[in-house]
Structure formats: structure tokens, C-alpha cells
């Protein structure tokens, strides 16, 4: 499945929860969304777990 399509069936689902279940849901559908993209590129390997938590200068003592 291409990018474009992803993006929109991500889009249609938040514009869903948006319309039907207000802005709350609008939110909660987004940070699961972004909670799903980050563990799938976990999964996929694509993302180590030090990426995300290793300090912006590289690890190196300021």
C-alpha cells in the first residue's frame, strides 16, 4: 500500500472521529495513530529504541 493511500485512510479515520465523536476523540484517535506509526517502525526495524531516547547532541557530555 502506497504512502498516499495510507495518509488517507489515516485522514478519514480522523475526520471520522472528528465529526462523530468531537474533538476528544479527534485527539485520542491522533495519538494512538502516531503510537501505532512509532511501534510499527519499531517492528518493522526501522527504529531502534535508542533513537528515541538518546540525548539530541549524540550522547556526548556537553
Given amino acids: 500500500m ?3 493511500v495510507i495518509g488517507m ?5 480522523l475526520g471520522f472521529a472528528g465529526y462523530f ?18 511501534a510499527g517502525r519499531f517492528l ?5 529504541p535508542g ?3 538518546r540525548p539530541r547532541g549524540g550522547g556526548r557530555d556537553r
Avoid at 485512510?9 to 479515520?13: D, F, Q
Avoid at 474533538?23 to 495513530?33: I, P, R
Fill in 44 to 48: 518493522d526495524g526501522d527504529l531502534e
Fill in 21 to 38: 465523536g468531537g474533538f476528544g476523540a479527534f485527539v485520542l484517535v491522533a495519538a494512538l495513530g502516531a503510537v501505532g506509526f512509532v
Fill in 9 to 13: 485512510v489515516a485522514g478519514m479515520a
Fill in 2 to 4: 502506497s504512502m498516499a
Fill in 51 to 53: 533513537d528515541i531516547f
